[in-house]
């Protein structure tokens, strides 16, 4: 599975993107990309951002969201490790580097992703500036087999 979104985020604005994981806990990759966009012909990418994960909880009334994590600057978290899981989903690289062909020559140290595993659930991502900034966002999600 893989569910991707892109938009603009004005200054010190959130996008809200939701998914559901049905059945047993699944393996996920989250990011939110924005430098990176540059490579791909986008004018205004986020320069920084970042974002939390909600889990909704319906056993509370009215339903509440609980937060599940937060993500932010990729490169803070186990780089080798995400690499091959970006690797793996077919997702394209954050690093410097070819890419299908393609020469991607943006060093993007502050988008944010996370890989993890989410029970079954409805789930929402909420994508920010960690600078207050505006710009465009791809938010993705993929499912790691």
Do not use: C
Request: hydrophobic share 40%; net charge negative.
């Amino acid at each position: 599975m893989n569910l991707s979104t892109r938009g603009f985020v004005d200054a010190g604005e959130t996008v809200t993107v939701g998914f559901t994981v049905i059945g047993a806990s699944q393996q996920l990759l989250i990011r939110a990309v924005g430098p990176k966009l540059a490579d791909l012909g986008v004018s205004s990418p986020m320069a920084d951002p970042q974002f939390t994960i909600f889990r909704t909880d319906y056993t509370q009334s009215p339903p509440a969201q609980i937060e599940v994590g937060v993500a932010d600057d990729w490169v803070e978290e186990n780089v080798a490790q995400l690499s091959a899981t970006m690797a793996h989903v077919g997702a394209f690289p954050l690093e410097v580097t070819e890419f299908q062909g393609t020469s991607y020559d943006t060093v993007d140290t502050t988008s944010s992703a996370v890989t993890g595993s989410l029970g079954e659930g409805v789930y929402t991502i909420q994508v920010s500036s960690h600078d207050g900034g505006a710009g465009e966002v791809l938010i993705e999600v993929y499912t790691v087999d």
